[in-house]
Structure formats: C-alpha cells, structure tokens
T-cell receptor
Framework: GNSVTQMEGPVTLSEEAFLTINCTYTATGYPSLFWYVQYPGEGLQLLLKATKADDKGSNKGFEATYRKETTSFHLEKGSVQVSDSAVYFCALAQGGSEKLVFGKGTKLTVNP | EADIYQTPRYLVIGTGKKITLECSQTMGHDKMYWYQQDPGMELHLIHYSYGVNSTEKGDLSSESTVSRIRTEHFPLTLESARPSHTSQYLC???????????FGSGTRLTVV
C-alpha cells in the first residue's frame, strides 16, 4: 500500500542554518505530495504541495521538489528562523483517492 | 484564518462521562475526517465521511462514533470516556477533486 517515510527527529538547528527534512514515499502511479506544518498547540496547515514529477512547491522560503526517480520530496529552507519551530509532516494522496497518507512527523526546534 | 472550527479547544473530564467533540466547516467541503494524534505526534485516521449520511472507520480502531447529518457538521462522540482516550483530536475537511485538507485547531482531551 501507499506509505510515507520521513526522517526521525527531533531536529535542532541554530537560527539561519540550512534545513533539510527527508521524505520518501511508496505508491503506485503518480501521487500528489504535500508538506504540512503544525505549530505548537495548533492544527496542521498546508505548507506546500506538488502534483506531478519535477514540480517544485514553495512557500515562506521552504521548497520541495517532486523527484519521481528517487520517490522523494525533501523539504528545504536556506535560513531557518526561531518562528519555524514546529512539527513538519510529509503526506501523499493517490490518484482516485483523495485520502491523505501522512508520515510520522519531524519536530524542528530552532534556537536563537 | 481557519474555516473549520473545533470546540472545545481543551476538555478535562471524568471517567465514564459522555462527551461530544464538535467540528464544523463553512467551506462546503463534502469530505471530513477525524484524526487522533498521539504524544509522539503521529496522526491516526479514526473516522471519515464522504458526504451526508456516509461515515467510515479509519485505520485506527476507536471506541468513538461519528455522524454526518449536515454537510458542515461532523461531531465525534465518546459514550463513556476512559483515561486511554486522552489525546489530541484533529478534524479536517476536503473537497472532491482537490487534493489537500484544511484542519481545525484541535481538541485536547484529558480523561481523569
């Protein structure tokens, strides 16, 4: 079945450091891929998405590229801020079913 | 700005009590979901609905029940709360043909 594997946390960085959170998936066909962010005490918010191979999703300085050949959708940001401290979830939706499959989440803490 | 509302945000209740967690959305989305989020952050789908009078159990077995009498409303009920039900409950919605969910802010339930 469909699944998402993302790097285990927690991840702790200093402000202005480079961020990568790895995400790989298993699915048949061409799923749509997502990154969601959950700030402390809140629900999840859509951060970015990509619907086909080689698409790049971007938002708030975060980027992720849909790599079909490596079945990956790694999240990157060039310079993190303290306000980026949150839990990040990678997810996929398989064509024909819009039900999302989530990874286990990666907690990011950014220190000043 | 959230268009999906969950109440209450926090609830502390005694063992054996009946509780209903409310979830309402104003976006006209036909699909709605309930997730249970454990302390390790992982999301578990416990119920979903693809329209009025349609409800299905999710991937994680739950003693809770749901109903979908109106498109905008998807309440979750526990007939007899137990400490094992202590968790964060997240409601989400989506629209057919569009990939991606909108989440509410969650209800943090503590059963003592």
């Amino acid at each position: 079945g469909n699944s998402v594997t993302q790097m285990e946390g927690p991840v702790t960085l200093s402000e202005e450091a480079f961020l990568t959170i790895n995400c790989t998936y298993t699915a048949t066909g061409y799923p749509s891929l997502f990154w969601y962010v959950q700030y402390p005490g809140e629900g999840l918010q859509l951060l970015l998405k990509a619907t086909k191979a080689d698409d790049k999703g971007s938002n708030k300085g975060f980027e992720a590229t849909y790599r079909k050949e490596t079945t990956s959708f790694h999240l990157e940001k060039g310079s993190v801020q303290v306000s980026d401290s949150a839990v990040y979830f990678c997810a996929l939706a398989q064509g024909g079913s819009e039900k999302l499959v989530f990874g286990k989440g990666t907690k990011l803490t950014v220190n000043p | 700005e959230a268009d999906i509302y969950q109440t209450p945000r926090y609830l502390v209740i005694g063992t054996g009590k009946k509780i209903t967690l409310e979830c309402s959305q104003t976006m006209g989305h036909d699909k709605m979901y309930w997730y249970q989020q454990d302390p390790g952050m992982e999301l578990h789908l416990i119920h979903y609905s693809y329209g009025v009078n349609s409800t299905e159990k999710g991937d994680l077995s739950s003693e809770s029940t749901v109903s979908r009498i109106r498109t905008e409303h998807f309440p979750l009920t526990l007939e007899s709360a137990r400490p094992s039900h202590t968790s964060q409950y997240l409601c989400a919605s989506s629209r057919t043909g569009y990939y991606g969910y909108t989440f509410g802010s969650g209800t943090r339930l503590t059963v003592v």
